[in-house]
């Protein structure tokens, strides 16, 4: 863990390094390399898009001065570490200034990449999500927001109080509960560590996969779902093929993947009935006085739809309305719709008018999210973008996997994460977003399985 006082020499590390790979990506022998290598006749797929992944990453990284990267990297390594400090004492005005200052940075990097034909958001874009059109996007996660509202009124209509879980719960038992099951998920702990953190996340690669969770001592279930979402991550970087590791496509195919992989193991897997039988004698060995008597009530429990202030702890129903309030206001930051100083008063309103309540702390509104201060504006849609993939993915897989409701309530997760190496882990970046999704499922991206799957859910759950 880095100390207190080391987030000035880390910043200036991260620029140093910063500097030196842009160094490394702009290298102008670089186009003469990639004009003779396509002078060979017989180039394989593989090495075709490897030369096509070259000319991006030398395209874009041209595109943008060096100076530029280097105090971007700077910046937002000062700025989390100066996020914390605001989100622990509940005061935004202690990031403000430097958040300024990497939305001022980060238009000018979106005014070096993008095309003719693009606004500054949607050249950020691309660098989660290759080849999405922003309108596209826009017109498919705002399509969703009043079918969840819907469904929510709904539920909260019919449902019956969920028995509350109370108590206080040992911190390094939930991590050690966490473990356990983060190995049952075929997390390999050879090539991967669990850890704690203020908020949660997974880095590194295939053979250094780095998870954190973040522990809530009077609930275990924050902590489940929490590792369960990054073990999802972590899964998608172990399961990169050796032949392909090292290479530039030899990663995610984009966030919005990466995040289905995290959505369907949390949600889809963690979240199911099935799930729900593996887990309660597991939570009940390291909690033998938790307040429930069964997995029918822990079922209840991990799915109790309820609007919720913080994202990562929201239910299903409720999530993506959280993504659609961040994704609106960074795209607005990014265009001058809106100032940082507009933007607790902004969220906070847009807020009410989805949930229906009234922010009381900033650290419930949006000093709750990392990102921002990371620089990573474009990145949340495809946490909404990843649960349809998860969705569509799902649908599939029941249907491919014997037996994978009996798999999951015995837990028994190896045939799951073996037919996500084979459909989308394997493939790399050897294929576009838009290609991987109809050969892992057999058709286009719909809202449609992921609508059907929560009104299916819930309805049964509810008794709609």
Known sequence: MMPKNGSYARAEQLATLEELIHNLKTDKRIPNWIESVHSYKKLSKIQMANLNEISKIYRNASKVPKELSVELAKTTALAQDSWANA??????????????????????????????????????????????????LKVTLKSIREPLKELREKILSKKDPTKEIKGKFNRNLQINMSKEIAKDLCFDFDSGRLDESLHPFSSGYRTDARITTRVDESNPLSCVSSVMHEVGHALYEQGIPETLYGQPIGT??????????????????GRSQAFCEYLFPIIKRYFPNLDLSNSEELYRAANNVCPNYIRVDSDEVNYNLHILIRYELEEELILEKIE?????????????????????????GYLQDIHWSSGLFGYFPTYSLGNLYAANLFKKMVKEIKDLEEDIKTGQFKETVKWLRKKIHNKGRTVTPTELIKYATGVPVSTEPFLEYLNLKFTKLYGL
Request: charged share 35%.
């Open 87 to 136: 989100r622990r004492k509940n005061q935004p005005e202690d990031l403000i200034p430097l958040l300024k200052k990497i939305i001022d940075l980060k238009r000018s990097e979106a005014d070096c990449l993008r095309e003719t034909n693009q606004d500054r958001y949607e050249a950020l874009l691309q660098k989660f999500e290759p080849y999405q059109s922003n309108n596209d």
């Open 340 to 364: 940082v100083e507009q933007l607790e008063e902004e969220w906070n309103s847009r807020f009410y008018k989805d949930f229906d309540m009234k922010i009381k702390t900033p650290d419930q």
């Open 252 to 269: 995610w195919c984009s966030m919005g993947f990466h995040e289905s992989q995290s959505r369907l193991i949390e949600n889809q897997i």
